[in-house]
C-alpha cells in the first residue's frame, strides 16, 4: 500500500458514499441525482484560459502569469505522445463499459483510496453526482485481475506507463511554476525530486444521461494536489470559476493538457496561485472520459509558504501533506481556511 493511500485509511467512506448508481439501468434521473437547477448552471462560453508552449523560450514567466491570473491552463507541445494518450482514454472505456455488477468487482473498499467508485467528495453533498471513477496508484493490477482474471495485463501496463509519463510532465512543469517564484534550485529540489511524490490517476467517467440538465457530474471542488493535469475527452464539461466573471467553460482542444493549481500549491505560493474552484457539468446526453493525474509531495512533506519576500508575511501554517488531506477528509471547503494564520 502507498504512503498516499495509507493517508486515507484513517476516513473510512460509508458504502453508499461509494458505490455509484447503476448507470446501465436507469431511464429517468432518480430524485437522488436532481440537483437544484438556476442560472448557477450558466457559464462563459466566450472566454478561454491561457494556452503555454512549454518550448516557448518564455514558458517560465507564462506558466507564472498563468497560475496567477487563472490558476489553470493549457499546455500545447508538452512532449506526451497522443498515441499514449489514446491507449489510456481506450482502456479507460473499455473498463467504465463493463456492466455495472462486473464493475463492482473492483470496488474501493471503505477504508481504500484506490479502485472504482463515486468521487471522495460525496458525502459532503446532499445530491449524488452522474459519475464514476477508477483511481490508480502505482499499479492497477490487484483491482485489473478482478474485472479481468485472464485478460489485465494490457490495462496495468498502459496505466503504468501514462503515470510515469505523467510524473515527467509534472516535475518540468513544478520547475517551471517555481522558477517563476523565483526559488533557488535548491529549494526546487526539496519540492520536486523524482524518487520522492505522492501521485495518483483518476480515470472520470459522467455516463450517458437521459436529462443532462439536471445533473451535476463534479460538484464544485479544488484537488489537494500541488498540481493535477487533466486530459479530457472531446466532450464539453469542466467549468473553472474565475473571481469577477463567473463559470468559464474549459474547452478541449485536440493534444492540448489542462494544467491546474491545487491547495498544496496555493500555500507553497502563499495564495499567490489561487488553487482553483472547477466543477463538471453535463453539456450533452453522451458519455464524456477524463483521465486526472495528480501530484504532490511525500506525505511527510512539510509545506509551507515559500515565495516570500521581506515584505510579506506567511498567510499560512506549515502543514504536512498527511496532516493536510486529513483536514480536508474532515472540511473539504474549509481546508485552506482552518491552516491560514
Ligand atoms: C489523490 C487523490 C486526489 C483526490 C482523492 C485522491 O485520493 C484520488 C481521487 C481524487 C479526487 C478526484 C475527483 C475530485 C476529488 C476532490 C475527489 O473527490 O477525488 C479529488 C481528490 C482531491 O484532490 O482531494
Ligand atoms: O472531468 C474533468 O474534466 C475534471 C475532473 C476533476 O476535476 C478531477 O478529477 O479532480
Ligand atoms: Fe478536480
Known amino acids: 500500500m502507498s504512503a498516499l493511500s495509507e493517508a486515507y485509511r484513517d476516513h473510512p467512506l460509508h458504502l453508499h458514499h461509494i458505490i455509484p448508481l447503476d448507470f446501465d439501468s436507469v431511464r429517468t434521473v432518480p430524485d437522488s441525482h436532481v440537483w437544484p437547477t438556476s442560472h448557477a448552471f450558466e457559464s462563459d462560453d466566450q472566454l478561454s484560459i491561457p494556452t503555454v508552449d512549454l518550448m516557448d523560450p518564455d514558458a517560465v514567466k507564462l506558466v507564472g502569469h498563468a497560475c496567477e491570473t ?3 491552463f493549457q499546455v500545447i507541445n508538452h512532449g506526451i505522445p497522443l ?7 481506450s482502456e479507460a472505456r473499455r473498463l467504465f463499459s463493463l456492466p455495472t455488477g462486473h464493475k463492482l ?3 474501493r473498499s471503505p477504508g481504500g483510496a484506490t479502485g472504482y ?7 459532503f453533498f446532499s445530491k449524488k453526482m452522474w459519475h464514476e471513477g477508477f483511481t490508480v496508484m502505482g499499479s492497477p493490477v490487484d483491482h485489473a485481475r478482478e474485472l479481468w ?3 489485465y495485463q494490457r490495462f496495468c501496463d498502459v496505466m503504468e506507463d501514462y503515470q510515469k509519463k505523467m510524473k515527467e510532465l509534472a516535475i518540468t512543469l513544478m520547475h517551471l511554476i517555481l522558477k517563476s517564484l523565483d526559488l533557488s534550485e535548491e529549494e526546487i529540489s526539496k519540492v520536486v525530486s523524482p524518487g520522492g511524490a505522492s501521485t495518483a490517476l483518476q480515470l472520470n467517467s459522467y455516463p450517458f444521461c437521459p436529462d443532462p440538465s439536471r445533473v451535476m457530474g463534479l460538484a464544485p471542488h479544488t484537488d489537494t494536489s500541488l498540481l493535477t493535469i487533466l486530459y479530457q475527452s472531446t466532450i464539453n464539461g469542466l467549468e473553472i470559476f474565475k473571481d469577477g466573471v463567473g463559470w468559464v467553460l474549459v474547452s478541449p482542444t485536440n493534444g ?3 494544467v491546474n493549481v491545487g491547495d498544496l500549491l496555493h500555500i507553497l505560493s502563499n495564495a499567490q496561485f489561487p488553487s482553483v ?12 472520459l477524463s483521465l486526472a493525474y495528480f501530484y504532490s509531495p511525500p506525505t511527510d512533506f512539510d509545506v509551507s509558504p515559500l515565495a516570500l519576500n521581506p515584505a510579506q508575511i506567511p498567510l499560512y501554517r506549515s502543514v504536512s501533506v498527511r496532516e493536510y488531506i486529513h483536514i480536508k477528509a474532515k472540511n473539504v ?3 485552506l481556511s482552518l491552516i491560514r494564520i
Not at 466543477?279 to 458519455?287: D, F, G, I, N
Open 83 to 89: 498515441d499514449i494518450i489514446d491507449e489510456v482514454e
Open 117 to 123: 467508485g463515486l468521487a471522495r467528495i460525496s458525502p
Open 70 to 72: 487563472w490558476g489553470v
Open 149 to 151: 482474471p485472464n485478460d
Open 105 to 107: 468487482k473492483a470496488l
Open 333 to 335: 471547503e474549509k481546508a
Open 277 to 288: 474552484l472547477h466543477r463538471v457539468v453535463l453539456k450533452e446526453k453522451q458519455q464524456r
Open 256 to 258: 492540448s493538457l489542462v
